[in-house]
């Protein structure tokens, strides 16, 4: 029985070294390819790259992205046209009316002499007609028309490459000399009148140059004075200090328009007379 449990187990023993022998290369592969398997699984599976949105703070990307450089302005979208009149008052009782019910409304001296009344800055047709409609709706304006921005000639000289949009400025600025200024807007009652009439120059153009002074001041591009030219803006602090208080669009000659302020006439100045030589606050540039 011992005998038999040796040679048993010599067999035995002889036979799972015969097995070693033969499985060795392939428990090598097998162990190999796990240990592959496993440094594989370790490296976390290719993505493609995730694109970074811009920062808001990265100036290119802002232009990149249609937003105004530095010293320029946004384009004007949609607005409403209304009235046609031949009395002043008219025109600015319907820019006072808009005015009390929230609306940008700005009344203007157009080329035929009429005055006329504008409104609204929107970003497609049908927005501005909503508007145009509950305001028809309400009684508060009568036949109206949308002004679409392929109109103006800011857009209309930057498509067509001809034109310029400085003497155009410059021209419409001239409509309103010798008429009394009344400005019906916000600012009246703060000595910023004159900013209509800067506002409503270039608005017709199609840049949307805010309402007030110090917000067209701080709005542009500073420009020496001997750099000035037609279509800049000239900014004064009339009530002394630095504060700014009065602007006028400068149209060539060291000479500007203003309106001096409400109820006077629209006028040419010079920059070298005393008063606005003492109070003159810098220049600014939009183009």
């Not at 800011?154 to 949009?165: F, H, T, V």
């Not at 309106?259 to 006028?267: E, F, Y």
Request: net charge positive; aromatic share 10%; hydrophobic share 35%.
């Amino acid at each position: 029985m011992n005998r038999f449990l040796d040679s048993r187990g010599g067999i035995v023993d002889e036979l799972s070294t015969l097995l070693r022998l033969l499985m060795r290369p392939y428990l090598t592969l097998l162990v190999s390819g796990a240990i592959l398997f496993l440094l594989c699984s370790c490296t976390p599976p290719s993505r493609p790259p995730v694109a970074s949105s811009p920062s808001t703070a990265d100036p290119i990307a802002e232009i990149l992205n249609g937003a105004p450089s530095p010293g320029s302005l946004s384009e004007m979208g949609f607005s409403v046209q209304v009235g046609a009149f031949s009395q002043l008052d008219n025109a600015v009782r319907l820019e006072q009316s808009l005015a009390q019910r929230g609306v940008d409304a700005y009344y203007f001296r157009h080329a035929s002499g009429l005055y006329k009344v504008r409104f609204g800055n929107h970003r497609n047709y049908s927005a501005a007609r909503s508007e145009a409609e509950r305001l028809h709706g309400q009684g508060v304006i009568g036949r109206f028309f949308i002004v679409v921005p392929e109109t103006y000639a800011a857009a209309r000289i930057k498509r067509s490459g001809r034109g310029n949009l400085r003497s155009e400025l410059v021209s419409t600025v001239q409509r309103f000399l010798g008429v009394p200024y009344r400005w019906g807007g916000e600012d009246r009652n703060n000595g910023f009148d004159c900013s209509g009439l800067t506002m409503v120059s270039y608005r017709l153009n199609g840049l949307n140059l805010p309402r007030n002074s110090r917000a067209q001041f701080k709005a542009g591009r500073y420009v020496a004075r001997k750099n000035l030219q037609k279509g800049d803006l000239v900014f004064f602090a009339t009530q002394g200090g630095k504060r700014v208080t009065h602007v006028g669009m400068y149209i060539g000659n060291g000479q500007f328009i203003h309106a001096p302020r409400t109820g006077k006439t629209v006028r040419v100045a010079k920059l070298s007379s005393p008063f606005f030589r003492k109070t003159y606050a810098g220049g600014r540039a939009y183009l």
